[in-house]
């Protein structure tokens, strides 16, 4: 089992940049995929970022394409999210995932055998 932990959310206005980040407690621990995902009230779990640590690749969902910027921190156990522009529909639970399991379709959580707690973003008009 692979401890994760997010960290960097917060309260925003809309148009706010928030950054988060996602650590594997074990400091050796490496992966070539992660994944961002989020869940508000009411709403099913999405998908909105992933990267594959391999070669850099990234993968974005459609709400967030343009705004959010995926990417691994100087350690290899970290992933952050960078968030810009932010809107009241950004809020939500967002949680870190990782360890490959196929990686078939990177922004679903079939992809993924880890997964942290989540840090609640919350974006005011």
């Known amino acids: 089992q692979v401890e994760l932990v997010e960290s960097g959310g917060d309260s925003v206005r809309a148009g706010g940049s928030l950054r988060l980040s996602c650590s594997a407690a074990?400091?050796?621990?490496?992966?070539?995929?992660w994944g961002w995902f989020r869940q508000a009230p009411g709403k099913e779990r999405e998908g909105i970022a992933s990267?594959?640590?391999?070669?850099?690749?990234?993968y974005y969902a459609d709400s967030v394409k343009g705004r959010f910027t995926v990417s691994q921190g100087n350690a290899k156990n970290t992933v952050s999210l960078e968030m810009n522009n932010l809107e009241p529909e950004d809020t939500a639970i967002y949680s870190c995932?990782?360890?490959?399991?196929?990686?078939?379709?990177?922004?679903?959580?079939?992809?993924?055998?880890?997964w942290g707690q989540g840090t609640q973003v919350t974006v005011s008009s």
């Open positions: 074990e400091p050796r621990f490496t992966s070539s995929c």
């Open positions: 995932a990782t360890g490959c399991r196929g990686y078939s379709m990177p922004l679903s959580a079939t992809s993924y055998a880890y």
């Open positions: 990267i594959y640590t391999v070669d850099g690749t990234t």
